[in-house]
């Protein structure tokens, strides 16, 4: 079987329409949605480009703790690579020059690789064309997984001389007294959340580069389903982390504030063979699920890894596989932890960067405070106590026997 990744830097789950976006245009991943199975608690474990790689890749957790400033990484770890090389299955990577996933660049069957000029410039034809250079290069093998990875919704955007008329009205129903114009560079780090004008720029800016990923993946699509009419693939989209765009007074990564629009990830599988197409799970899954899913569909043995195979999920053999999902980011010298659940999201900051405003534990009801605005950590201290320690115990355990032990 073939298996096709597509791996998504920086997307906003609040942007795309299968995932309640009402006001901007995504109809190629919305038809995707439809054909297979939509995740809907998708959470990362370590937000950023190479934590993400290091979970796809190893099927582990890495989180970041106060007495190590370093990530163990791909060290003493099973590698789904070598898995796929051990067992002569071919895997080729199509990424921008600048890719995490560049570490161990030798187990690659293949590296096919562009330029973000390239991307931004004609993301359709570029995505098909290396999609179809892989293809080539696999003719002999019938069992392959191509993984593509891509920046283009990072800024700068670009935006196009088509998307002007987007900008003079409001698509979410505000207004203003002028059109707005795109802004294309924006700054990392601290936002004014006063600024309305800013605010509507930056939003609508993001979402016109969604639709034109959206159409760009319309056209790679369509391509593929041209081409897999006999021999049908496994398709995957997911992405590394999430996008924050002021939320919290913040835009991008600037800081490790683990909100929903920084963890919360998409993840959608449609199977080669429509199994539960038009489905959605809502059990808890995470990045290191990935390895152990794409070993499954190949038919090989899963080491033991702190992830878990999907298809049972999607074949409806079970309900869930963890009981909460945990996740930990370092950037610069702050550092914070944070545990979900269906019913609760809890932060806690361990050490906050020197002259930020207060960063306290914090405590949202899910899933009604979806974009986490009303902290009611002083109305349940209870529970929070018992988050606590189940997120420290947890985030420190070697093993995270604590995974399956139930709050």
Known sequence: MRILVLALRGVHLGYLGCYGNSW????????????????????????????????????????PVPQSKTASGL?????????????????????????????????WHDRISFTADEAKSN??????????????????HNDALVWVETNFLAPPWLVEESSDDYFSDAGDGDSFARP????????????????????????????????QLDDGLGQLLEELRRRERGSPMMLI??????????????????RPWLHDELVHIPLLIRMP??????????????????????LEAFGLDIPEIHGSSLLPLIRGEQERIREFACSGLRIGNALEWSLRTPDWAF??????????????????VKPDDR?????????????????????????QSPTREAAWRPI
């Open 24 to 63: 901007i245009r995504t109809p190629h991943l919305d038809t995707l949605a439809s054909e297979g199975v939509v995740f809907d608690h998708h959470y990362s474990d370590c937000p950023s480009p190479a934590g993400a790689w290091n979970a796809w890749r190893t099927g582990r957790y890495d989180f």
């Open 75 to 107: 060290q003493d770890s099973p590698d789904l690579l070598s898995i796929l090389r051990g067992s002569e299955i071919p895997a080729i990577l199509i990424s921008e020059s600048d890719t995490a996933s560049e570490g161990g660049a030798e187990k």
């Open 123 to 140: 993301f359709s034809r570029v995505m098909v064309k290396k999609v179809l250079q892989a293809d080539r290069n696999l003719k002999s």
């Open 180 to 211: 707005t114009e795109p802004l294309e560079n924006p700054t990392i780090g601290w936002v004014d959340r006063s600024d309305d004008l800013m605010f509507a720029r930056l939003q609508r800016t993001y979402a016109t580069v969604v639709s």
């Open 237 to 254: 989209v997911t992405a590394d982390r999430g996008f924050p765009l002021g939320e919290h007074g913040l835009v991008g990564d600037f």
């Open 273 to 294: 063979s429509g199994t539960a197409a038009g489905s959605r799970i809502r059990a808890l899954t995470q990045p290191a699920d990935l390895m152990p899913t794409l």
């Open 347 to 364: 932060l806690s900051p361990i050490f906050p960067e020197e002259n930020d405003p207060s960063r306290d534990p914090q405590l949202y």
């Open 371 to 395: 974009w986490e605005v009303n902290n009611v950590l002083q109305h349940h201290p209870d529970l929070i106590e018992n988050l606590e320690k189940t997120l420290s115990a947890f985030i």
